[in-house]
């Protein structure tokens, strides 16, 4: 627990004064407790015809056997529920692709990976990308939508203090659309890397979830903001990831 949170301390004083404030570049690296979380009411409307979700994802803490990332829970039901280890990739409450591909998104520890999941509710077409490569697709039972309402908690359940499902690790750039990304959008962001630059596509117009609005949003216990993509050199880098950048493209 104590070399953890040294982990914590180093990322922290990596960050220079200008990153610092460049709050796109950012990534947030969660504690492995149950009481480290960030957690705000969601108004989903704008999803309920169609929605990708698309983040970056670095596994640390690795004790957890059911490590989530993201909950959005409304009354009794896990609406969209995606874990770091393949466990959970659900949309709508459907576990269509619940424990698909899990040996192939169980990605080693400390080293980044893209995550897309994509829906549609007039083809129920439920699709599950790992760096920018669809690994699994479904269909998802007739009729099924999402709660207009909610609430969305980073880095566990959020009906259940259990920590086996607390995940401990890194997010960047989680993005939520309404609408399906198309196969190569996806793509281009996981080889663009880290510090590819959604503002620059027009996909980037349809999200609905900004992650600038989550690293703005209040923490609790240990939620620490480090980089995900810093300058180095009048350059972006990557932070430990070997994907290529965007200049690069």
Same mark, same amino acid.
């Given at each position: 627990?104590?070399?953890? $949170?040294?982990?914590?301390?180093?990322?922290?004083?990596?960050?220079?004064?200008?990153?610092?404030?460049?709050?796109?570049?950012?990534?947030?690296?969660?504690?492995?407790?149950?009481?480290?979380?960030?957690?705000?009411?969601?108004?989903?409307?704008?999803?309920?015809?169609?929605?990708?979700?698309?983040?970056?994802?670095?596994?640390?803490?690795?004790?957890?056997?059911?490590?989530?990332? $993201?909950?959005?829970? &409304?009354?009794?039901?896990?609406?969209?529920?995606?874990? &770091?280890?393949?466990?959970?990739?659900?949309?709508?409450?459907?576990?269509?692709?619940?424990?698909?591909?899990?040996?192939?998104?169980?990605?080693?520890?400390?080293?980044?990976?893209?995550?897309?999941?994509?829906? &549609?509710?007039?083809?129920?077409?439920?699709?599950?990308?790992?760096?920018?490569?669809?690994?699994?697709?479904?269909?998802? &039972?007739?009729?099924?939508?999402?709660?207009?309402?909610?609430?969305?908690? $980073?880095?566990?359940?959020?009906?259940?203090?259990?920590?086996?499902?607390?995940?401990?690790?890194?997010?960047?750039?989680?993005?939520?659309?309404?609408?399906?990304?198309?196969?190569?959008?996806?793509?281009?962001?996981?080889?663009?890397?880290?510090?590819?630059?959604?503002?620059?596509?027009? $996909?980037?117009?349809?999200?609905?979830?900004?992650?600038?609005?989550?690293?703005?949003?209040?923490?609790?216990?240990?939620?620490?903001?480090?980089?995900?993509?810093?300058?180095?050199?009048?350059?972006?880098?990557?932070?430990?990831?070997?994907?290529?950048?965007?200049?690069?493209?």
């Amino acid at each position: 627990m104590l070399l953890i $949170f040294a982990l914590f301390l180093i990322n922290k004083l990596d960050a220079t004064p200008a990153e610092t404030l460049n709050i796109k570049h950012q990534a947030l690296h969660f504690g492995p407790t149950t009481e480290d979380f960030i957690r705000f009411s969601y108004d989903t409307t704008p999803l309920q015809d169609a929605l990708s979700i698309c983040t970056w994802i670095k596994r640390v803490y690795t004790s957890s056997a059911l490590p989530v990332i $993201f909950d959005f829970f &409304s009354g009794d039901e896990h609406g969209i529920l995606i874990g &770091s280890d393949g466990r959970y990739n659900r949309v709508v409450g459907d576990h269509v692709l619940d424990n698909q591909n899990r040996k192939f998104l169980s990605k080693p520890a400390g080293r980044w990976f893209s995550y897309c999941l994509t829906w &549609s509710a007039s083809s129920r077409d439920l699709q599950l990308y790992i760096d920018g490569e669809m690994v699994a697709a479904a269909r998802t &039972s007739p009729g099924r939508k999402l709660r207009s309402s909610g609430v969305v908690r $980073f880095n566990r359940l959020d009906n259940s203090d259990s920590s086996a499902f607390v995940f401990g690790g890194q997010l960047f750039q989680f993005n939520i659309y309404s609408g399906v990304l198309s196969s190569d959008a996806i793509r281009k962001m996981a080889e663009g890397g880290l510090c590819f630059d959604l503002e620059l596509e027009k $996909f980037s117009r349809n999200r609905i979830l900004h992650w600038e609005e989550i690293v703005l949003k209040p923490k609790n216990g240990t939620v620490i903001e480090t980089f995900g993509c810093h300058l180095e050199g009048g350059k972006k880098m990557a932070a430990s990831q070997p994907s290529r950048n965007i200049e690069d493209l």
